[in-house]
């Protein structure tokens, strides 16, 4: 069996949803997909007006930079940037971001912005708040998170 045989997805504005499935059922495959991360093979993928197949990639960077965010199940912050130039270095190539310090602030991290990684909380989520405010600062139309909660929920 293929990974996604018989999909048939259809999502809207200002919609949560949640993907549920078992390990290997291709959650993440659909995610990086959807997100522009890997280009389709076979079948049809649209936003909006326009066919992700085929479209290149300076199409799905231009996608990925206008149009979409991550959280990602692993953190991946720059161990050398403060938690502030983190989130700065994708508000810099957004076309109408949220200021670092707004986003650093909306995850509850005001008081923390000149940290680096090494000096905030993995397990008790403060990283992945960063990741966090990196992905809602861009003002992404599409936020796509990967095990959102599993950092958070840890204590």
């Known amino acids: 069996m293929r990974a996604l045989e018989g999909i048939d997805l259809e999502l809207f504005a200002e919609e949560k949803t949640v993907l549920l499935g078992p390990s290997g059922s291709g959650k993440p495959t659909l995610l990086n ?3 522009g991360l890997y280009h389709v093979t076979s079948d049809r993928v649209w936003f909006r007006d326009t066919e992700l197949k085929g479209m290149g990639d300076r199409g799905f960077t231009r996608y990925r930079r206008h149009h979409v965010s991550f959280v990602f199940q692993f ?10 130039e983190d989130v700065q270095l994708l508000t810099e190539v957004a076309p109408d971001p ?6 650093l602030a909306l995850v ?7 940290h680096f990684p090494s000096e905030m909380s993995g397990r008790g989520g403060e990283q992945q708040r960063v990741v966090i405010a ?8 599409i936020l796509f998170c990967d095990e ?5 929920l840890r204590t």
């Not at 509850?108 to 000149?114: E, F, H, K, Q, V």
């Not at 990196?134 to 139309?141: C, N, Q, T, V």
């Open 108 to 114: 509850g991290l005001g008081a923390r912005m000149d």
């Open 134 to 141: 990196r992905a809602i600062a861009k003002r992404p139309e």
């Open 33 to 35: 997909i959807l997100g």
């Open 148 to 152: 959102l909660t599993g950092g958070l």
């Open 75 to 84: 953190y991946n912050l720059a161990p050398r940037l403060t938690a502030r």
């Open 98 to 103: 949220v200021p670092a310090e707004d986003g």
